[in-house]
């Protein structure tokens, strides 16, 4: 059992979450984040509170960001700003099949001796862009890096609403992409419309694998729809199924009618294991 706070480098981005320590920071607090490039300013989104979980292995809060690292991290947006908008100007110069999607800077240390911007951007292909690099290395007067990203990885950098209605999986929680194939839509009845099955990122919608393994479990012990069962108000053919009610839908030889029953009622084994221990 400890404490853990949540912090977003960007309003509506990822949260990421820090055991505390000494410090109690509170919502809208300005903290540092210790990174793979020195202590970042980020804004505390979730103040320190008890959890029940272990928090041995989350990253401790570097400290509340002073006067001087709010003004470092001003300069740094400054400079992204700076480097994005040249960036656009000299792809547009060049020709290039490029989208700038997100920059980053970081600034001289001792370590890395000179000032660095990384450029991440999304093309159709591959991209010669070594004049371009030239070009942004004397405007920018910085050492200069470019990287390019999968349609899933710029969508996690950009951000976005999702068809749901709520922030997109990849920006804020998900930290892995794991392989969504279009089985996945067709276990779940769900139209294959690349429009309706498509995220942000033009791919397969990661939300896709959530139920699955929900759909493969009813499937597997559920009578297929065409099969004769015996229900609680007679016997009847199944018609259809319905997951998140765990029941399937019978059509009655009596009259006709649907009747909706739940798949342990009308599952053979089950039925079996009633009548060998009846109910007193």
């Not at 030239?134 to 990885?153: I, M, P, Y």
């Amino acid at each position: 059992m400890g404490m853990l706070c949540a912090v977003s480098f960007n309003r509506y981005g990822r949260l990421y979450y820090l055991d505390p320590g000494e410090w109690r920071p509170q919502v809208g607090d300005r903290v540092l984040v210790p990174t793979d490039e020195g202590p970042e300013v980020a804004e505390c989104v979730w103040a320190a509170q008890w959890v029940s979980e272990d928090t041995d292995s989350f990253p401790k809060l570097a400290g509340i960001a002073g006067d001087d690292d709010l003004r470092r991290d001003e300069m740094l947006r400054r400079r992204k700003a700076e480097a994005k908008v040249a960036a656009k100007r000299l792809i547009r110069e060049h020709g290039l099949p490029m989208k700038v999607v997100a920059v980053d800077h970081v600034l001289a240390t001792p370590e890395n001796g000179s000032d660095r911007t990384t450029i991440y951007f999304t093309a159709p292909h591959r991209v010669d862009f070594r004049s371009l690099v030239r070009d942004l290395g004397a405007t920018l007067h910085c050492r200069v890096e470019l990287r390019q990203l999968s349609a899933r990885d710029s969508a996690r950098v950009q951000g976005g609403i999702g068809s749901c209605g709520r922030d997109l999986c990849c920006a804020t929680f998900l930290t892995d992409f794991e392989p969504v194939t279009i089985r996945m839509a067709k276990d779940q009845d769900l139209p294959l419309n690349p429009l309706r099955i498509s995220g942000a990122c033009g791919r397969l919608m990661c939300c896709l694998k959530y139920e699955h393994p929900l759909y493969q479990k009813f499937q597997e012990s559920a009578p297929a729809v065409g099969s004769r069962v015996s229900t609680p108000q007679g016997e009847g053919k199944v018609v259809g199924h319905s997951v998140p009610r765990d029941a399937v839908t019978v059509r009655l030889d009596a009259d006709g009618s649907r009747s909706m029953c739940s798949r342990a009622s009308v599952c053979g084994p089950r039925q079996a294991h009633d009548q060998h221990y009846p109910q007193p």
